[in-house]
């Protein structure tokens, strides 16, 4: 079974730049999530979707982050503009469906660098 | 006061012996605990669930956990270098959201 595919692995952009992040999840997985991870501390929830539908994105910054999952599988994660503090490693997982007992298995992410 | 709470370490560890980490949560609801191994410049790799009291074994890892107390635990038995990685603990709590401590990082000298 293939794992979670990210791209681009790493992103090295100025400030003031747009970039998108892509994830394709595990096959059969409904649900996708997109964390951002900073150095020395644990992956935090962006936004999760069940399916095509955004179900939590409370900690996404929406004045400058948007995603979109079209057709429930594949999902882009965008920042327009970027900002030095965006820098971080984006992860995508995805879990078979949503609830407490579901396992996430992460993808390899996307390192991010703001000039 | 953080949701969930590690110690970030580093645990030094001799080649061979056991590694203990624990960690703390604050929501007295979570039901389903997770261990991820991360290496370096590495995303993370689930390695062990947990739901219910008690120990879980899985290899040389064991997942201990007491809800009445708040707190989960990972043993490495039999350490070896290639355990040396930031484990990370990971409870869902309130609206299925997984959340993260900060990781533990582990060293397994040879």
């Known amino acids: 079974e293939a794992g979670v595919v990210q791209s681009p692995r790493y992103k090295i952009i100025e400030k003031k730049q747009p970039v998108a992040f892509w994830c394709n999840p595990i096959?059969?997985?409904?649900?996708l999530y997109w964390y951002r991870q900073n150095l020395g501390q644990g992956p935090e929830l962006l936004i999760r979707?069940?399916?095509?539908?955004?179900?939590?994105d409370s900690q996404l910054p929406k004045d400058r982050f948007s995603a979109e999952r079209l057709k429930g599988v594949d999902s882009t994660l965008k920042i327009q503009p970027a900002e030095l503090g965006d820098s971080a490693v984006y992860l995508c997982?995805?879990?078979?469906?949503?609830?407490?007992?579901?396992?996430?298995?992460f993808g390899p992410g996307t390192r991010l660098t703001v000039l | 006061q953080k949701e969930v709470e590690q110690n970030s370490g580093p645990l030094s560890v001799p080649e061979g012996a056991i590694a203990s980490l624990n960690c703390t949560y604050s929501?007295?609801?979570?039901?389903?605990f997770f261990w991820y191994r991360q290496y370096s410049g590495k995303s993370p790799e689930l390695i062990m669930s947990?739901?219910?009291?008690g120990d879980k074994e899985d290899g040389r890892f064991t997942a201990q956990l007491n809800k009445a107390s708040q707190y989960v635990s990972l043993l490495i038995r039999d350490s070896q270098p290639s355990d040396s990685a930031t484990y990370l603990c990971?409870?869902?709590?309130?609206?299925?959201?997984?959340?993260f401590g900060g990781g533990t990082r582990v060293l397994v000298k040879p």
């Open positions: 096959s059969g997985h409904n649900t």
């Open positions: 979707y069940e399916n095509e539908e955004a179900v939590d």
């Open positions: 990971a409870v869902y709590a309130a609206g299925n959201k997984l959340t």
């Open positions: 929501d007295r609801g979570s039901q389903s």
């Open positions: 997982a995805s879990s078979r469906e949503a609830g407490v007992y579901n396992e996430q298995f």
């Open positions: 947990i739901y219910s009291n």
